[in-house]
RNA sequence: CGGGGUGUGGCUCAGGUGGUAGAGCGCUUGGUUCGGGACCAAGAGGCCGCAAGUUCAAGUCUUGUCACUCCGACCA
């Protein structure tokens, strides 16, 4: 009974404080720590390798799109950032400066980049002259320094990693079918690969990228309730390209301006893999970036036998492909379960006497913690399937909060009972006065979140009752 | 940037009225254990965030400073 309340006491539980929840996984399962540096964190090996499979699943969909990678300097000079105005004015209240070169003031100061669309503009400029040099789709992994002021782990850090891809193309239709593709494959990705179901639309004008024609999102939901912009996709027209003066000559031999977009998923997608599928006993993690995908636990391991049985059985299943790691230490085996599950690892593998003895082993998933046994002659066979129905479980549960918890409503009143009495989102139309939205955040604390298209012509506007334009996605954001 | 909280072994904290530092967990070693966070024994580990000041004497009192953290305004 004390062992049941010291498991319980290990992180606080979900529902009674979710920010430290929060917080209190991604200590425990060491996937981040407070680095002395402010508003930074040190990612752990767990964290991190959490993130290299990130990158690895986005990274594979990018070349295959025919992405190239590419490395952008960590500075941009004060007059490059500035060429762009309203780029320079979204970014310059949280930008880091680099005013000095060892003792020496710099002639021109240095900003840490917050987001590198003018040194790409820059390159860009450079290294196209005609139509046969176009599309160009770079990409880049790097981090990026935002000054900002409040921080928490994953979600908000002073320095976060990501990767921003910068393309561009002769004609505007290209652009924006790049722009959209992207869209549609950051949704894919964390559908299928985090099992984060995710709504996708367009951004409002107040809430677009700076400098951005036109930005589109996909939002997930956290089990607070609460939104997560968890990737953005943006078309940038030919501003940027007028701006840096990246022109090209086309067939015709006229110089034209090229159309550009860019677009980024961040080290945020971790802090959104916690809140969506984490529970009170730690994290979850979808099987395609689970670091050990397939843990197995000795009991009993002093005895004859059972460890090599243990290693034998390791060794099928790393053969099979999976990531699989066998705790051989010597912790006691309720320890080790505790601990991966902490560490949200999908499957656990618990091979003792008594298995051995009948030629199988006990199966625990982590999600629904159910366990079956499984003949060991089997098992190879039973994982892929195991683990798929696990991510399937995973993707299901998601989509069914969030969709239960998007409220359709038409009446202001309504609007802000239901924005203050139920976690989730609302869907309401909108006339597009920036006023209107202006007054649901002031009142409500909701943003817009997307455009989900345009509304009927029936419908009036949630604020100000005009006749409605867009069908519009609110909530309350990370 | 405004408001609150906290700084004492790796972690969580205890140290009325000033007298030179303690517990639990963790760690190390040895042994017994092992199907939901084991037990016994022996160890290691701290100029008490930093700096001034008061004092014969400062985790303890004063002032300043820094850091972290939580809550609000701005943001992926």
Redesign the pocket.
């Known amino acids: 009974m004390s062992?049941k309340q010291?498991?319980v006491e290990?992180i606080t539980p979900r529902d009674e404080d979710f920010?430290r929840w929060y917080?209190d996984i991604c200590m425990r399962a060491e996937l981040c720590s407070?680095s002395t540096?402010?508003?930074c964190v040190i990612l752990r090996p767990y964290g991190y390798a959490i993130w290299e499979l990130i990158t690895g699943e986005l990274d594979r969909r990018f070349k295959k799109t025919g992405h190239e990678n590419v490395m952008m300097p960590l500075f941009i000079p004060e007059s490059l950032l500035q060429k762009e105005k309203d780029h320079v004015e979204g970014f310059a209240?949280e930008v880091a400066w680099v005013t000095h070169g060892g003792d020496e003031e710099l002639t021109e100061r240095l900003c840490v980049r917050p987001t590198s669309e003018t040194l790409f503009c820059d390159h860009y400029a450079e290294v196209i002259e005609s139509w046969r040099d176009l599309p160009k789709l770079y990409n880049q992994w790097v981090s990026v320094v935002?000054w900002?002021?409040?921080?928490?782990p994953f979600?908000?850090?002073?320095e976060?990693f990501w990767q921003e891809g910068h393309t561009a193309h002769a004609t505007k239709e290209e652009a924006m079918e790049e722009t959209l593709m992207i869209l549609n494959l950051y949704e894919e990705f964390y559908q299928t690969a985090l099992a984060i179901p995710v709504l996708s639309g367009e951004k409002s004008e107040s809430e677009k990228?700076a400098g951005a024609v036109n930005t589109y999102t996909i939002e997930a939901m956290m089990h607070d309730g609460k939104a997560l912009?968890a990737g953005?996709s943006h078309y940038f027209g030919n501003g940027f390209a007028k701006a840096f003066n990246i022109q090209y000559a086309d067939r015709d031999n006229r110089l034209q301006y090229v159309h550009q977009t860019s677009w980024g998923v961040?080290?945020?997608s971790i802090g959104g893999i916690i809140m969506v599928h984490g529970d009170d006993?730690g994290l979850v993690l979808p099987p395609a970036v689970a670091p050990i995908q397939i843990v197995i636990i000795p009991?009993?391991?002093?005895k004859e036998g059972v460890l090599d049985e243990a290693c034998r059985l390791k060794e099928a299943v790393k053969e099979a492909g999976f990531r699989v790691k066998l705790d051989d230490s010597?912790r006691?085996?309720?320890?080790k379960?505790?601990?991966y599950?902490?560490k949200g690892v999908p499957i656990r593998l618990?091979?003792?006497?008594?298995?051995i003895a009948q030629g199988s082993c006990?199966v625990?998933t982590r999600d629904n913690?159910e366990k079956t046994v499984v003949q060991l002659e089997n098992i190879i066979e039973e994982l892929p399937g195991m683990l798929n129905d696990l991510n399937k479980r995973m993707f299901e549960n998601a989509n069914k909060r969030l969709t239960s918890r998007i409220y359709d409503v038409s009446d202001w009143n309504e609007f802000v009972q239901t924005m203050d009495e139920k976690p989730g989102f609302i869907r309401a139309p909108w006339c597009k006065d920036p006023d209107c939205e202006a007054k649901v955040k002031d009142i409500t604390?909701a943003t817009s979140r997307l455009i989900e298209g345009a509304a009927d012509k029936s419908h009036s506007c949630i604020v100000c009752n005009r006749p409605a334009l867009q069908m519009v996605i609110w909530g309350r954001a990370y």
């Open positions: 062992k010291k498991m290990a920010t917080t407070y540096v402010r508003g209240p935002r900002e002021k409040t921080t928490r979600l908000r850090t002073r976060f990228f912009q953005t961040s080290s945020r006993d009991i009993a391991q002093h010597d006691m085996p309720g320890w379960f505790a601990e599950e902490m618990e091979l003792g006497p008594r298995d006990v625990v913690r604390k």
